[in-house]
Every structure is written in structure tokens, then in C-alpha cells.
């Protein structure tokens, strides 16, 4: 069962342009929705993160934009460069102790020059 | 570099064997997690350590995983009796507690393959 969803599973965008990805959940019980970067041979970094009590979170060019009532979320990279070409995950938090992390599938993001 | 360092980055086995992978958290870290990663695929949870204890394991975690994070440092993970479904990249990540608990720092992974 997989309890986040993350749609493309590709996407390619020109230089300059605005790169979308979408996540969506289920489970009532996550508290924090992060967005992972990963670059090929390298572990994924957090790239920007949102509480469910905002409905949207901007850091430069990235944005995510929440919708609590839907139980979605998307990920928007502005003015979208080639070094931005690379693996997005989104997730979501089980809130409590453990801190628990339910990963997306990934979307494998590629900027044309 | 005091980010998560993981040793072996890329282990070669043949099925049956064991095979052991290590993690070295950043310093002041005292939470520790093991996720695996399939290719194609987000990472998935193993198991959460705080300090030396062992908090949680999934049900991914069968009874040929074993971890360890005995001085509530660095830890290991362990495959006994390695299968072709085994074959991943294994990923430690670590994180402060608190406020910081949020913000967790992968490493670069192991990657199995079991041939």
C-alpha cells in the first residue's frame, strides 16, 4: 500500500521554465511534509519543508504549496536550471517519537538547456 | 566533510553469504535511521535508533537484518544469508533530536548487489 503518491514519474522542462511535481497522501496522522533532492551516486538532501497549518512555504526558486482539505501537496521549482536536474521525492512524517519518513516514488526531473 | 559517511559504498556478494554495512553519523547526531532504496524507488524505513537503543523496525526488517548502534555512535546493519531480493541501496541517515529532529542528513549509501 503505498501511502504517498508522487506523480510524474518524469518530467522534462526547458531552461527558464517552471517545474511542477505533485505529491498526495492519505493518512491524517502525518504532521511534516518535506521534499527530497537526490543527485545520482549521492543520498537524498532536504531541499525545503512544510507544516499541514501553512498552505504554502517558499525558499528562492522552490515552493510548496499545501492543501490540507485535498491531502496534497506540490513541489515548484521557478526559472527551473540544468543543475536542477535530478531525483525528487516527496514524503511525509508520522508525527510522534520515532520521526519516520514515507518516501513517494520519485520524479527524475531533466532541464534542457 | 562531517556529514553521514557509509562503508562499503558498493558490496558484490554471492547469494548465501553475509554481508555487513557500516554507518558513521555526524557527531552530535543521536538519532539514527537505515532506510533501503530499490532502484526506481523512494527510499523505504529499516529502523530508527536513538542513542544505543533501537526504537523501531519495520516489518521490512526481516529476521536475517540485524542493527546495531552499540555506543549510541556509529552503527551497523547486517544481512545474514544474503537473497537477490536483498539487492539495494542501503541508506543511513541521522538526525539531532528536539527542534532538529526534522532535518535528516543521508549519506551516500551502500550499494548491494547479490548475485
Known amino acids: 500500500q503505498q501511502q504517498v503518491k508522487q506523480s510524474p514519474q518524469s518530467l522534462i522542462v526547458q531552461k527558464g521554465g517552471i517545474s511542477i511535481i505533485n505529491c498526495a497522501y492519505e493518512n491524517t496522522a502525518f504532521d511534516y511534509f518535506p521534499w527530497y533532492q537526490q543527485f545520482p551516486g549521492k543520498g537524498p538532501a532536504l531541499l525545503i519543508a512544510i507544516r499541514p497549518d501553512v498552505s504554502e512555504k517558499k525558499e528562492g526558486r522552490f515552493t510548496i504549496s499545501f492543501n490540507k482539505s485535498a491531502k496534497q501537496f506540490s513541489l515548484h521549482i521557478m526559472d527551473s536550471q540544468p543543475g536542477d536536474s535530478a531525483t525528487y521525492f516527496c514524503a511525509a512524517r508520522y508525527g510522534g517519537a520515532t520521526n519516520k519518513l514515507i518516501f513517494g516514488t520519485g520524479t527524475l526531473l531533466a532541464v534542457q538547456p | 566533510d562531517t556529514g553521514v559517511s557509509q562503508d562499503p559504498r558498493h558490496k558484490i556478494t554471492k547469494r548465501g553469504q553475509n554481508v555487513t554495512f557500516r554507518c558513521d553519523p555526524i557527531s552530535e547526531h543521536n538519532r539514527l535511521y537505515w532506510y533501503r532504496q530499490t532502484l526506481g524507488q523512494g527510499p523505504e524505513f529499516l529502523t530508527y535508533?536513538?542513542?544505543?537503543?533501537?526504537?523501531?523496525k519495520s516489518r521490512l526488517l526481516s529476521d536475517r537484518f540485524s542493527a546495531e548502534r552499540p555506543k549510541g555512535s556509529f552503527s551497523t546493519l547486517e544481512i545474514q544469508r544474503t537473497e537477490q531480493g536483498d539487492s539495494a541501496m542501503y541508506l543511513c541517515a541521522s538526525s539531532r533530536g528536539g527542534s532538529g529532529a526534522n532535518v535528516l542528513t543521508f549519506g551516500a549509501g551502500s550499494r548491494l548487489t547479490v548475485l
Open positions: 535508533f536513538q542513542n544505543e537503543a533501537q526504537l523501531e
